[in-house]
């Protein structure tokens, strides 16, 4: 089943819990956070103060994407603050499976994100590990940007490799995507979207989750 997770990135900042309830009444399977700390990513954006916040105006999964340094410093927090999938880098993480277990031992879904450059084999050894993995699919940082197609053989990779150990991963893709991108992503493995610019850019968030969702779906199915 695909999931939509709007991101939270394009969303109206003024407005947040008015904005998360609309995207949940509009059909979003999971709300997408951003955090980003400005030294991993050139970009400054929230911690787990609004993630809190923004827990009390949904019942919708809040998923934590952390584009930040030692993230492992911040773990407990947005656990507390009511994450419910926390996902950290592989890039910013030197200790990655004490991380990955960090988030597990405190009941939530774990991911490891990779971003354009990082080859698949990043995520290989702890892949049995893991509930998720987020192949980024724009360099990490802002909304809006253009989806890079050479990232998409590493969903397919990682797809594969799941499915020879049988195991039920989770594979979101995260940047450009919208109707046009969901059929290739899809098609190659990912079962959850995240979209920032498609979604909350638009008017009808109810239209625009549901041709996402449509797009995908006919790529699986195809
Ligand atoms: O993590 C990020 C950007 O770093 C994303 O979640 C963006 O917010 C996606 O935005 P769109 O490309 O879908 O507009």
């Known amino acids: 089943m695909i999931k939509i997770a709007p991101s939270l990135l394009s969303a109206d900042f003024a407005a947040l819990g008015a904005e998360v309830a609309e995207a949940e009444k509009s059909g979003a399977d999971w709300i997408h956070v951003d955090v980003m700390d400005g030294r991993f990513v050139p970009n400054i954006t929230l911690g787990p103060v609004v993630v809190k916040a923004v827990s009390a105006h949904t019942s919708l999964s809040l998923d934590v994407h952390l584009m930040i340094e030692n993230p492992e410093r911040y773990i407990a927090e947005f656990a507390a603050a009511g994450a419910a ?79 020879e150990i049988g195991h039920d991963l989770r594979i979101e893709v995260d940047g450009g995507i ?5 059929p290739i992503v899809s098609e190659a493995g990912a079962d959850v979207l995240v979209a920032g610019n498609a979604v909350f850019g638009q008017s009808n968030r109810a239209a625009a989750i549901s041709a996402i969702r449509a797009a995908a779906g006919g790529a699986k199915l195809g």
């Open 178 to 182: 919208a109707e046009a991108t969901a």
């Open 85 to 163: 999938v926390i996902t950290v880098h592989a890039e910013a993480c030197v200790h990655l499976h004490r991380v990955v277990h960090q988030i597990k031992e405190l009941g939530l879904l774990a991911g490891v994100a990779i971003n354009p450059a990082t080859p698949a084999s990043a995520v290989k050894e702890i892949l049995p590990d893991l509930d998720l993995v987020l192949v980024m699919t724009v360099n990490p940082g802002f909304g809006g940007q253009a989806f890079i197609p050479s990232t998409v053989h590493k969903i397919r990779e990682i797809r594969e490799w799941a499915n």
